[in-house]
């Protein structure tokens, strides 16, 4: 699959699971991806960051037969060497990992997305080429640490207005305030404890997605 099929793959994406094991109600990770499936997502990202490099390769590996099946983009967090030798659709980096621009000469055909927190990172990223941006915290949360304040939805209509390429937001969303996102133009929603810590994760992951395309 090339990097064309991919960004159109991810225009489609409403919903976006990110894996925190040790925030799964002692579910594993690859149980979250089969619910996060049958729930209907387009698109997950493997995200632990405590996983030593031959545990998360082998977990990247089971992700990827698993979503080869399934007809669903793998992101890998940060982790591009990951991300190439388990033959992901995509990697996420953050605003200390290897540079886009870096990333982009190792891997041409990878979707490279890029956190930012701040709307002069965003038009940054836009800039070196990222494929998307995911703009948060939104809201305040305890998966994304060291990052700063939440920026609160107003931010979303302020990046959205001066970006071009397709964004996700992220940051102690839930079913409790994603409205709030969706109202100020947010299309593409990260989660990880909304998803990865209800009772019934596929459900979980069909209201969240009918919230965000306007149907109950």
């Known amino acids: 699959m090339n990097r064309d099929i991919r960004k159109a793959m991810f225009r489609d994406v409403d919903i976006y699971p990110v894996t925190c094991e040790a925030l799964s109600a002692g579910r594993s990770n690859p149980e ?3 619910a ?26 089971r992700f ?15 982790r591009l060497d990951i991300a190439l030798a388990v033959k992901a659709d995509g990697v996420h980096l953050g605003q200390d990992d290897l540079p886009l621009i870096a990333a982009r000469k190792l891997a041409p055909e990878l979707l490279i997305g ?10 940054q990223a836009q800039a070196d080429g990222a494929d998307y941006i995911n703009i948060g915290p939104i809201f305040p949360t305890k998966t994304k640490m060291g990052v700063g304040h939440a920026l609160g939805p107003d931010a979303i209509a302020l990046i959205q207005k001066n970006t071009e390429i397709p964004f996700t937001v992220m940051g102690g969303i839930n079913e409790s305030n994603i409205d709030q996102v969706i109202a ?7 989660v990880v404890t909304a998803i990865t810590q209800a009772p019934d994760i596929a459900e979980a992951v069909r209201s969240l997605k009918k919230r965000i395309k306007g149907t109950d």
């Open 32 to 34: 979250v991806l089969e």
């Open 36 to 61: 996060v499936i049958r729930g209907g997502a387009k698109i997950i990202q493997l995200r632990e960051k405590d996983y030593s490099t031959r545990a998360l390769y082998e977990l990247a590996l």
């Open 64 to 78: 990827r037969e698993i979503t080869a099946r399934a007809d669903m983009l793998l992101i890998i967090n940060d």
């Open 114 to 123: 890029i956190s930012t927190h701040s709307p002069e990172e965003a038009l």
């Open 184 to 190: 100020k133009g947010a299309r593409r929603v990260a």
